[in-house]
């Protein structure tokens, strides 16, 4: 059963609540996996109870799920209190952090990564800096020209992103992906030939891939060879 971990907002421009959602807590815990889904721009209603972009989610958490059963590593989501990532409030970003602190305090200071989808990509990279936090796996990320990178040095990224993305745009992606670099993150930039932005078209290739790069980052098997699950790396 998913538990809401019940901690109260520390800013005061985020209404309280969990910002935690754990579907696996287990003691001692080696690692843990955080997966962030998408939202929008700009919106500040709570996410609907019907939430299409928390629902596609659903089959990644249960891939890592059955990679990760007996090795220690707790599983969870983050909750966001608005729809949108809502210009400089950055609200998604800050719900992040706020999860990976509510993480802390349960599991103590344990390796995490953490897998977004679109504007959950961006917040996932946007709390990358938080000292839990060993990588980030960003879908279809948004990443906008502009987006702050020297709080990843140090950090594993792995961006994948549809050839075929209307929503967000990858050669955005692929920017962020040389400034990463540059600013010293080990980045891995992969893309997904005729990938769309909601990740269905090769579904099973986006969630087969997914789980294998979370259980390479989490160093319980190899990462998926070259040409594997329909990608091919981007050239640095």
């Known amino acids: 059963m998913a538990v809401l971990i019940r901690r109260g907002a520390k800013d ?45 989610m659903r089959p990644f958490v249960r891939s890592v799920a059955r990679a990760t059963t007996g090795h220690g590593i707790a599983l ?16 998604a970003g800050r719900d992040a952090l706020r999860a990976l602190d509510e993480l802390a305090a349960v599991t103590g200071p344990v390796p995490t990564v953490l897998v977004g989808h679109s504007m959950g990509g961006r917040a996932a990279l946007h709390a990358a800096g938080h000292p839990l936090v060993s990588a980030v796996v960003g879908l279809a990320p948004w990443c906008p020209g502009g987006e702050p990178v020297d709080h990843l040095t140090g950090k594993r990224l792995v961006l994948l992103h549809g050839e075929r993305d209307r929503v967000t745009d990858p050669r955005e992606t692929w920017a962020f992906a040389d400034r990463a670099r540059a600013a010293g993150a ?20 986006w969630h087969t891939l997914t789980t294998g790069m979370v259980t390479g980052l989490l160093g319980l098997g190899p990462f998926p060879a070259r040409g594997e699950h329909g990608f091919r790396p981007v050239p640095a």
């Open 12 to 56: 005061t421009g985020t209404p309280a609540g969990p910002a935690l959602r754990l579907d696996r807590f287990v003691t001692p815990s080696e690692a843990a996996v955080l997966l962030l889904h998408g939202g929008r721009a700009d919106a500040l209603e709570p996410p609907s109870a019907l939430n299409l972009p928390g629902v596609r």
């Open 186 to 205: 080990e980045v891995h930039a992969l893309s997904m030939p005729g990938g769309d932005h909601a990740m269905l078209r090769g579904a099973a290739d």
């Open 76 to 91: 969870g989501r983050v909750r966001y209190a608005f729809r949108g990532w809502n210009g400089s409030r950055a609200d």
